[in-house]
C-alpha cells in the first residue's frame, strides 16, 4: 500500500487517477480548491473503504501550500507517489494579442504550482530514499502550435523541469516521470474557452480523443514497475492523433 498525494484531484485526469488508485488498495491524499468536490470524493471514497483525506488550497499560492501540507498528520507525511496533476490552459490568442491575465494563471498553476507542491514533498522523499514524483505535462510541451504560446511554454517547462528533478534526485534513488498526453476530453476545453460549451465540444467532433481514465491507467502503469526501472517520458495520444496538430 502507498500514500499517494494527487493535485488537481476533484475532475478530470486527477479524479480518475484516484478512483482507479483508492480502489487498488492504496491510501489517498486528494487537493483542490473546490471544498464541495474534495467532499465528494472523499465521500464516495470511503463508501468504497478506501483510506482517503483532502486538502484544500490553491497549489499558485505558496504559502497555502506549505501551510496544507505541514498540517498532515505524521501517518500521512511519508508521501510514496505524487502526482503533480493540477494545470490548465486559458484562451487562444496570438502572441501580440494575449490576455496577460490569462498568462499569469497558465504559468503560476502549471509552472509555479508544480514547483510549490513539489519543493513541500521531495524532501521527505529524499530523506528516505524512496518516492516518486509525476509530472502531467502535454504533448503541448514537446512542440508548439498557434494561438497556443504561452500554454506550450509552460508545459516545455514541465518537461524541462521533470528531466531536471530525476537529474536532481537520481543519487537518492527518486523516480521521476513526465506523463505528455494528446488530446483528452475533460473539463480541460471548457476551461479554455472560459465556459462556452459548443467551442469546448467541436475540439472532440471528428474523432475519438483520450479520456481520463486512459491517463490514469498509464499512470497506475508507471508506478507499478519494478523498483530498478523508472518510465522517465511517456507520450500517449489517441490513434488519430499522429502529432501535435495533426489529426486524422
Known amino acids: 500500500m502507498k500514500t499517494i498525494l494527487i493535485t488537481g484531484a476533484t ?14 488498495g492504496h491510501r489517498l491524499i486528494l487537493t483542490g480548491r473546490r471544498q464541495d468536490r474534495l467532499d465528494q470524493m472523499v465521500n464516495k471514497l470511503r463508501g468504497e473503504g478506501v483510506q482517503v483525506t483532502s486538502l484544500c488550497f490553491d497549489v499558485t499560492k505558496r504559502q497555502e501550500v506549505d501551510k496544507a ?8 507525511r511519508e508521501v510514496d507517489v505524487l502526482i503533480n496533476n493540477a494545470g490548465l490552459a486559458v484562451g ?8 496577460v491575465d490569462d498568462w499569469e494563471r497558465m504559468i503560476d ?3 509555479k504550482g508544480l514547483l510549490y507542491v513539489t519543493r513541500a514533498i521531495a524532501p521527505n522523499m529524499v530523506e528516505r530514499k524512496e518516492g516518486h514524483i509525476i509530472n502531467v505535462s502535454s504533448i503541448a510541451g514537446k512542440d508548439v502550435y498557434k494561438y497556443g504560446n504561452v500554454y506550450c511554454a509552460t508545459k516545455h517547462a514541465v518537461d524541462a523541469l521533470s528531466k531536471a528533478m530525476r ?11 513526465n506523463i505528455a498526453p494528446g488530446m483528452v476530453e475533460t473539463e480541460f476545453s471548457l476551461v479554455r474557452f472560459k465556459g462556452d460549451a459548443d467551442k469546448a465540444d467541436k475540439v472532440y467532433q471528428k ?5 481520463a481514465e486512459d491517463i490514469a491507467d498509464a499512470i497506475v502503469y508507471v508506478t507499478n514497475t ?10 500517449i495520444t489517441p490513434t488519430a492523433q499522429a502529432s501535435l496538430v495533426y489529426t486524422a
Open 11 to 24: 475532475a478530470g485526469i486527477g479524479e480518475a487517477c484516484a478512483l482507479q488508485f483508492g480502489l487498488q
Open 69 to 76: 501540507i505541514a498540517s498532515l498528520t505524521k501517518t500521512w
Open 92 to 99: 487562444l490568442s496570438l502572441i501580440q494579442d494575449g490576455d
Open 109 to 111: 498553476t502549471n509552472i
Open 167 to 177: 537529474i536532481d534526485m537520481v543519487e537518492d534513488g527518486i523516480k521521476v516521470t
Open 207 to 211: 474523432f475519438t480523443p483520450l479520456n
Open 226 to 235: 519494478p523498483k530498478h526501472v523508472c518510465v522517465n517520458d511517456m507520450v
